[in-house]
Structures are given as structure tokens and as C-alpha cells.
């Protein structure tokens, strides 16, 4: 069964806000891994039933914020911590982590916690600021063998080492996906039961459909 996707939702400008550039100190032995993202259902990179698939890579933020503000108090109140990390699975931790992608390993901060946010898969281009994550002139592809699942996280707000995901099969932060596109499903049935007979669908034509345009996730912050 075939499955295409169209845009969703269209949205104004992307804001940008700006990061502060004080570093934190590492902890160098705790290393930030991921869990397998949690994906609502109906979607083409994951059917019904199955898990976020190994092969897929995910594109991670993060912001930093100290224990002295008591965790996340307003976006701009944050340090930049990780900006658009590819990750992706990494057999030996049985996770995602940001070495396996993109090379560079990340570790938890002494104090404070983190607050993440990505987007999937990490070939598009994305964009992240107070209001969450947004998609620009985002094209979706009218071979639908070829079109790609579009997913937004929600924000996984003041997560610390201690709170990462330890039960099988994945360790690591979890990452709950939202759809970016929405899905049309196909299915056809006959009047009656014809015996030894093929019935072919041989054209669908969908008509006044949005293929291009901008999402943007519109938090509140």
C-alpha cells in the first residue's frame, strides 16, 4: 500500500534567539546517549507496530541551565550546549549517540540540566529557537517512493544523567517525535468476490494538495 505525505501546516517567519557562550564543564566518564525516540503511529519511517528504525539519524539541540536557576526557566536563559548534533545508532551501546554521527562525543555537565529538542531525519534542514523547531521552504517529493517522514520533537526539558532511559532495549535521553506531514492511506474493496480475478487500482489523483511551504512548531515558551 502506498502512502503519501503533504504538508500540515504553514506558518509565519522563523525567530531566532540568541545563545549565550559560557562554557560548562564536562564530566568526562558520562557520556549523552539517546534512547530509541518515541514515534506516534501511521507514519511511512515507522509503521504500525515497529520500532524507530536503526538506519535513521536524528539532529539534536540542547541548552544548558544551572542548577542555581533551578532548571529551565525561559529559553533565553540558556547556553547552547548542542547545536544540531547528528546521532545515530550505535550497536555497541545499544543507543544513539553523537559520536557514531557526528563524530564528536558529548558529555553530561557536573551540575544544572540539560533541556533537548531534534528533528528526523538529520538530510533536511532544520532551524531551532524559542518556539521549537521549523522546517523552510520544506519540499515534500511527488514520487512517494521517495518521500521522507518529517518529525519534530516535543522538548525533553531538565534532564540530567541520572534520568536517562535504562530499561531494553535502548539506554539513553528520550526523544518523544511528532509528525511534521500528514499521511494519506489508500484502500479499495469490490461489491462482491471475484474468484480468480486481479483488480488493479491503476491511478489516484489527489487534487489541490500542498507540497511545499514552512512549519514551524509554535511553543509557548
Not at 88 to 100: E, L
Request: hydrophobic share 35%; proline share 3%; net charge negative.
Amino acid at each position: 500500500m502506498k502512502k503519501f505525505f503533504f504538508l500540515a501546516a504553514l506558518a509565519g517567519a522563523v525567530l531566532v534567539s540568541c545563545t549565550k557562550n559560557e562554557s560548562v564543564e564536562p564530566e568526562q566518564q558520562d557520556l549523552i546517549t539517546f534512547a530509541e525516540p518515541v514515534t506516534a503511529l501511521n507514519t511511512k519511517a515507522v509503521e504500525i507496530g515497529e520500532h524507530y528504525p536503526t538506519s535513521q539519524n536524528f539532529s539534536v539541540f540542547a541548552h544548558y541551565y544551572t542548577a542555581a536557576e533551578g532548571g529551565y526557566t525561559s529559553f533565553a536563559d540558556g547556553d547552547l550546549y548542542m547545536n544540531d548534533v547528528r546521532t545515530s545508532y550505535n550497536s555497541v551501546i545499544n543507543g544513539w549517540d553523537p559520536k557514531t554521527g557526528s563524530g564528536v562525543n558529548y558529555y553530561w555537565p557536573k551540575q544544572g540540566t540539560l533541556t533537548f529538542a531534534a528533528y528526523s531525519p538529520s538530510s533536511v534542514d532544520a532551524t531551532y529557537d524559542k518556539a521549537g523547531i521549523h522546517f523552510a521552504d520544506y519540499v515534500v517529493d511527488t514520487d512517494c517512493t521517495k518521500q521522507i517522514d518529517l518529525l519534530y520533537s516535543e522538548r525533553s526539558y531538565d534532564q540530567t544523567k541520572d534520568m536517562m532511559v535504562t530499561n531494553n532495549p535502548y539506554n539513553g535521553v528520550q526523544i518523544k517525535f511528532n509528525h511534521a506531514l500528514s499521511s494519506i492511506l489508500f484502500s479499495a474493496r469490490t461489491e462482491d468476490t471475484y474468484t480468480g480475478t486481479t483488480i488493479t487500482l491503476k491511478e489516484i489523483s489527489l487534487l489541490n494538495i500542498k507540497s511545499k511551504g514552512t512549519f514551524n512548531q509554535t511553543l509557548t515558551d
